[in-house]
Structure formats: C-alpha cells, structure tokens
C-alpha cells in the first residue's frame, strides 16, 4: 500500500528551474517532480535524493514542502551542500478563554 505525501519543492532565485528539475528527474526516478509541485506520491527516499540534488547546486538552499496523507503529518525540509535541516510543524490550540465566547 505504502504512504502518500503531497510535495512543494521551492528552487532557489537565479538558479535554472528546468535544469534542477530535470536533474532531480533523474537522480530520483519520479517524473512526477518535473513541475516542482506533486500530489500523491510515495517517494521514500526524498531526503537522500534531495541531498544529492543540493551537493550539485552548492551555495543555494532549497526548501521541500511535505504533507503527508495523515492528519498533521506537515513539514519543510532544507538543503544545502548535502545537508539537511527538518522542521516539523506544530499545531497549537488557543486556551480556553470564557471571555472570547460569543
């Protein structure tokens, strides 16, 4: 069966778009990646292929945008020179507060 995830690939300004596309084509297999912006697929291997990707565009950072298929499962990833730095999102609810009820 395996886990859907919907991918956002910003590219950094003054870099070529097709070319880092087309690369990441390649490196990873998907052709899905060619417009940056993937609904729905599984694609296990992202940070590797991701890392790859950025040791051939030294000096830029790339941001990856991920929301998986459950609930809250969101992030942005960054790279750069072959590193990576993962924020996972936090969902925080107000308190309550008997003075906001209308």
Do not use: H
């Not at 940070?47 to 298929?69: A, C, H, T």
């Not at 996972?88 to 906001?100: F, K, L, N, Q, S």
Request: net charge negative; aromatic share 14%; glycine share 8%.
């Amino acid at each position: 069966m395996g886990y859907y995830t919907n991918y956002n690939l910003t590219i950094p300004e003054g870099v070529d778009e097709a070319a880092v596309l087309s690369r990441l084509v390649e490196i990873s297999g998907y052709s899905e990646l060619k417009d940056g912006c993937v609904s729905s697929i599984k694609w296990y291997e992202w940070w590797e292929d991701m890392k790859r990707l950025s040791l051939e565009y030294p000096n830029n950072v790339f941001e990856l945008i991920g929301e998986g298929e459950e609930a809250g499962d969101l992030w942005k990833a960054y790279f750069k020179d072959g590193k990576m730095q993962v924020c996972v999102a936090r969902i925080e609810y107000d308190a309550y507060d008997e003075r906001r009820l209308k």
